[in-house]
């Protein structure tokens, strides 16, 4: 009976799943397919050989020894990478949501649509030409900001010889670049939510701040949980092309930029030691996965309806 059922449901549905197939072929072949891969994580990869080809390592699990061999480095590129992302979501959350419920009060459509184009225009930046827009901001001798304090009699010191200013200036400029695009998600939450409500609490005499905090906030906390589920698999993700394009990988700055990708990319990919970036890429899914699990068990202790699965 089950049988007839799928096979009749199936009769009635195929356009649907034939309008699925090509992004079913694509996740397979991009995602799931490529998996194979993994078993470079336990050779002694050459290039004469290949991913199948190559001999496997001895002992079998030579190439997580490498990663954390010097503990303390491990650490600090481990601890580093968590760090940022907190960071980031922290302020780039705090910033879109901010910027989300001003754009809410404002009635102008038009003015709506221009704003939220120049916001989200920072995202399609290269991060090559913002670490150029950065050091013409910052650099000791010529940058912009460093000569308005010079005129005004004060000393610019040298940031880039400086490894702990870099975590502001890292925060900042990764929120500047994120939080448009951000924004417009909170944005349209904040456009769904129904307006009788605000209505009835005005009402009742509430104020613009009452209404956010006792309306607006509350119900953006589920779409605030779900963003950071989804950022929490990448927590040990490290931007690479962002450290690249903002320090061109100065070796004074890895006090502060040292991460988990900067490491990897340092210690391996320049060295061509592919089986050790995947072994440290590895660790960094399987780490990921566990975070993803625990949080999402967390947040459905507080909001049932804001977890992942």
Do not use: H
């Not at 400029?173 to 951000?182: D, H, P, R």
């Not at 950071?228 to 962002?242: A, E, H, R, Y």
């Not at 072994?279 to 566990?290: E, K, N």
């Amino acid at each position: 009976m089950k049988q007839k059922k799928k096979k009749k449901s199936f009769r009635q549905q195929w356009p649907l799943y034939v309008m699925a197939l090509p992004g079913v072929i694509v996740l397979l072949a991009f995602s799931y397919f490529p998996m194979a891969g993994i078993i470079l994580v336990f050779k002694q990869y050459n290039f004469k050989g290949g991913i199948f080809g190559s001999p496997w390592a001895d002992p079998i699990y030579k190439n997580f020894v490498f990663f954390f061999n010097n503990w303390s480095t491990a650490m600090r590129s481990t601890s580093l990478t968590v760090m940022y992302n907190l960071l980031f979501f922290a302020a780039g959350t705090a910033l879109a949501v901010a910027i989300a419920i001003m754009l809410g009060e404002v009635t102008n459509k038009i003015f709506i649509k221009v704003s939220q184009s120049f916001m989200f225009l920072p995202y399609f930046i290269s991060w090559m030409v913002i670490g150029a827009i950065l050091n013409a901001l910052i650099n000791s001798e010529t940058g912009l900001i460093s000569q308005a304090v010079n005129n005004a009699g004060g000393t610019m010191p040298d940031l880039y010889a400086l490894p702990k200013p870099w975590i502001l200036i890292l925060v900042l400029v990764n929120t500047w670049q994120s939080c448009g695009y951000s924004s417009i998600i909170y944005y349209g939450v904040i456009s769904g939510i129904d307006s009788s409500l605000y209505e009835a609490a005005r009402v009742d005499g509430a104020s613009k701040w009452q209404c956010i905090k006792k309306i607006t906030l509350p119900l953006l906390k589920p779409t605030i949980i779900i963003m950071f589920l989804l950022s929490v698999g990448n927590m040990l993700k490290g931007n690479l092309n962002m450290i690249i394009g903002l320090t061109n990988l100065n070796p004074v700055l890895f006090p502060t930029t040292d991460l988990i990708d900067v490491f990897v990319y340092r210690s391996g990919v320049r060295n061509g030691e592919m089986a050790f970036a995947s072994a440290v890429s590895l660790y960094q899914s399987v780490f990921g996965l566990i975070l993803v699990l625990v949080s999402n068990k967390i947040a459905g202790k507080f909001d049932e309806g804001a977890t992942l699965f």
